[in-house]
């Protein structure tokens, strides 16, 4: 596909998702780009790492903004501790050159990304 193409067709896929499926696509995203990040802390390329890091902060800090804590209740409120704790973790990761933070951050969002592909194929 012709990056024009490809980016009209994501967009696409973004304006006509229902939210359950925005949410998997923010998930799979942040898991792309930390998974980036550790191959750039294994590379010893700082300059990607801190900028897949920013990238991954940034899917899940939209992820925090959009949570609604009065019509989601419990489950709202504890979305919104995990994701504060994992960009305090991905902050350490980064601060202390520990790629083991970051995959302990992508595997915390790769089980919350289980758990809403389900929500998302029920509809």
């Not at 305090?88 to 601060?95: E, G, I, S, Y």
């Not at 089980?111 to 809403?116: F, I, T, V």
Request: charged share 30%; net charge negative; no cysteine.
């Amino acid at each position: 596909m012709q990056p024009n193409a490809y980016q009209a067709y994501q967009e696409n896929q973004v304006k006509t998702a229902d939210r359950p499926r925005l949410v998997v696509m923010l998930y799979e995203e942040a898991i792309r780009y930390l998974k980036e990040a550790v191959q750039a802390f294994k590379e010893g390329d700082h300059e990607r790492k801190g900028e897949r890091l920013v990238f991954g902060m940034e899917v899940i800090s939209e992820l925090l903004a959009s949570l609604d804590t009065e019509a989601g209740g419990e489950i709202a409120k504890n979305l919104k501790g995990l994701y504060t704790y994992m960009l305090q973790r991905l902050v350490l990761a980064d601060a202390e050159g520990d790629p083991e933070k970051v995959q302990e951050v992508i595997s915390l969002l790769q089980e919350l990304l289980e758990a809403w592909k389900e929500v998302s194929h029920r509809r």
